[in-house]
């Protein structure tokens, strides 16, 4: 017999950074209502008391920045996420020239942004 409250809910929603900031500074209430993607638990009710002009600031504690979930704080370091597992998997089968150049091209790309005002 599976217990519900352990498995993840089927849905969830992925918060670009723009977005969840707004939900913060904007419908705290919605906000605080938010559930875990993983679990399905109330992942920021513990905000309830708090300003949320000071929340916005505390995003990386409840918000994945790799999948942009909400997860609660159990899983907010516990869970896998997919987009990263691919990454590895991708990885995984790779030779060391193709990591070499890749690496590089992340750089230039770095470079580049950083150069443009």
Not at 1 to 27: G, S
Not at 64 to 89: A, F, M, N, P
Request: glycine share 2%; charged share 35%.
């Amino acid at each position: 017999m599976t217990d519900k409250a352990e498995e993840p809910p089927q849905e969830f929603t992925r918060y670009p950074r723009a977005d969840i900031e707004d939900l913060v500074k904007n419908k705290f209430k919605t906000f605080c209502k938010e559930k875990c993607a993983e679990c399905g638990k109330p992942a920021t009710k513990r905000f309830n008391s708090m300003m949320s002009v000071l929340v916005v600031h505390m995003i990386d504690s409840f918000w994945c920045r790799d999948c942009g979930r909400v997860l609660c704080e159990s899983h907010r370091h516990q869970h896998t996420c997919e987009l990263i597992d691919q990454q590895k998997e991708r990885n995984k089968n790779i030779t060391h020239e193709q990591l070499a150049a890749q690496i590089a091209e992340v750089e230039a790309r770095k470079e580049a942004k950083s150069s443009t005002p």
